[in-house]
């Protein structure tokens, strides 16, 4: 048995965190069964849309992506969808952010050899998700793809007098094809000198630029290109990287995606949802906190304080996001952790409508 000395534990209360550095509120479940859908083990669903990962996708990279995806719908992360209308559409449309092992993968031939729905408006690759860099061109494709799938799956058919796709349709073909320098149903060889919108790729058509020119510019707009090393590296196909620039050089698609109607996003995610989340000293009948203490018997125990007559929920998890622990304990109850192995885990205690969280390092 280890001699266990007096450790007070050390509160982090910005950290209940399923990967270190973020906080991130959400639980691994059992994949939902369909067509295609046998190729995924990890599941994690989001305001009634899926993230769905195959065994390959480290548990803290599937996380994120329900973390960008929650923000993106609930921007001001009140914990609830901004837009009513969008979530029913993407719900009735089973939206769904698949993550493949890679390019190609037999998992994602797989799927869409076999899947029939209409949710799955881009994918992801596990080695193109970073979650210390959220959104970070080169980095971090998360933010995009997700993107696409909730304009695609979502606005575009909600809002098609703002959004359709196709040429001469909506508020969006129209401000594409002048950042574009003019209406061009393919890419051209050569874009007029006054075009920023310049995308290159010519597997692309028109209504694969329009999704991508939205992209651009909410992205924009919230900052996650405003930086030297990302500006010179899109120059090639968008030339406004920060949310002044847009709003100078293109007024049509600026007042588009700012338009309050619309509810689009306009906060950078940044891999971090949780948000009936709160200061652990904001929770009713004083402070609570986890402590290690010395038992000569327990040899991995802690001590819960606060809310002395009152039942709280305790939580812990590990760094991969596991749930490790849960219980129902009064407050200023010993808790006993023998059966869980030494290390860092993340918890969080729930009281009332309140949350503290924090990290716990079992000897």
């Given at each position: 048995?280890?001699?266990?000395?007096?450790?007070?534990?050390?509160?982090?209360?910005?950290?209940?965190?399923?990967?270190?550095?973020?906080t991130i509120c959400f639980e691994f479940s059992a994949p939902p069964s369909?067509?295609?859908?046998?190729?995924?083990?990890?599941?994690?669903?989001?305001?009634?849309?899926?993230?769905?990962?195959?065994?390959?996708?480290?548990?803290?990279?599937?996380?994120?992506?329900?973390?960008?995806?929650?923000?993106?719908?609930?921007?001001?992360?009140?914990?609830?969808?901004?837009?009513?209308?969008?979530?029913?559409?993407?719900?009735?449309?089973?939206?769904?952010?698949?993550?493949?092992?890679?390019?190609?993968?037999?998992?994602?031939?797989?799927?869409?050899?076999?899947?029939?729905?209409?949710?799955?408006?881009?994918?992801?690759?596990?080695?193109?998700?970073?979650?210390?860099?959220?959104?970070?061109?080169?980095?971090?494709?998360?933010?995009?793809?997700?993107?696409?799938?909730?304009?695609?799956?979502?606005?575009?058919?909600?809002?098609?007098?703002?959004?359709?796709?196709?040429?001469?349709?909506?508020?969006?073909?129209?401000?594409?094809?002048?950042?574009?320098?003019?209406?061009?149903?393919?890419?051209?060889?050569?874009?007029?000198?006054?075009?920023?919108?310049?995308?290159?790729?010519?597997?692309?058509?028109?209504?694969?630029?329009?999704?991508?020119?939205?992209?651009?510019?909410?992205?924009?707009?919230?900052?996650?290109?405003?930086?030297?090393?990302?500006?010179?590296?899109?120059?090639?196909?968008?030339?406004?990287?920060?949310?002044?620039?847009?709003?100078?050089?293109?007024?049509?698609?600026?007042?588009?995606?700012?338009?309050?109607?619309?509810?689009?996003?306009?906060?950078?995610?940044?891999?971090?949802?949780?948000?009936?989340?709160?200061?652990?000293?904001?929770?009713?009948?004083?402070?609570?906190?986890?402590?290690?203490?010395?038992?000569?018997?327990?040899?991995?125990?802690?001590?819960?304080?606060?809310?002395?007559?009152?039942?709280?929920?305790?939580?812990?998890?590990?760094?991969?996001?596991?749930?490790?622990y849960n219980g129902i304990h009064l407050?200023?109850?010993?808790?006993?952790?023998?059966?869980?192995?030494?290390?860092?885990?993340?918890?969080?205690?729930?009281?009332?409508?309140?949350?503290?969280?924090?990290?716990?390092?079992?000897?």
């Amino acid at each position: 048995m280890r001699n266990l000395i007096p450790l007070i534990l050390l509160l982090l209360l910005s950290s209940f965190s399923a990967i270190g550095q973020n906080t991130i509120c959400f639980e691994f479940s059992a994949p939902p069964s369909g067509p295609g859908l046998n190729v995924f083990t990890k599941y994690i669903e989001v305001f009634g849309c899926g993230i769905y990962a195959e065994a390959i996708v480290p548990d803290e990279k599937v996380l994120h992506a329900a973390a960008i995806f929650a923000e993106l719908l609930d921007n001001d992360e009140d914990g609830v969808v901004d837009d009513p209308d969008l979530l029913t559409e993407l719900q009735n449309k089973q939206a769904l952010m698949p993550i493949f092992a890679s390019d190609g993968s037999l998992g994602m031939n797989t799927f869409f050899n076999n899947y029939d729905g209409e949710g799955a408006g881009a994918v992801l690759w596990q080695q193109e998700i970073d979650p210390s860099q959220p959104g970070y061109w080169g980095a971090d494709a998360s933010v995009e793809e997700i993107m696409h799938t909730i304009n695609s799956v979502g606005h575009v058919n909600i809002y098609p007098e703002a959004f359709s796709l196709e040429p001469n349709s909506s508020l969006l073909s129209a401000a594409m094809d002048v950042a574009r320098g003019g209406q061009f149903l393919s890419v051209p060889n050569n874009y007029p000198a006054e075009a920023w919108y310049h995308y290159d790729d010519f597997t692309c058509d028109y209504e694969c630029m329009a999704i991508e020119y939205l992209y651009w510019m909410q992205v924009a707009n919230m900052e996650i290109l405003n930086d030297p090393q990302t500006c010179n590296g899109i120059a090639n196909e968008w030339e406004p990287c920060s949310q002044a620039l847009l709003e100078s050089m293109d007024v049509l698609g600026y007042a588009l995606i700012t338009d309050p109607q619309y509810k689009l996003p306009q906060n950078a995610p940044d891999g971090n949802y949780c948000p009936n989340g709160s200061s652990i000293d904001a929770l009713d009948k004083g402070a609570i906190d986890l402590k290690l203490v010395p038992n000569p018997v327990i040899e991995k125990s802690v001590q819960l304080f606060g809310a002395e007559h009152d039942y709280l929920t305790v939580e812990l998890f590990s760094l991969e996001g596991r749930r490790a622990y849960n219980g129902i304990h009064l407050g200023q109850e010993e808790i006993d952790l023998s059966t869980l192995n030494s290390g860092i885990y993340t918890y969080i205690i729930k009281y009332q409508d309140k949350m503290g969280q924090g990290k716990l390092i079992l000897p």
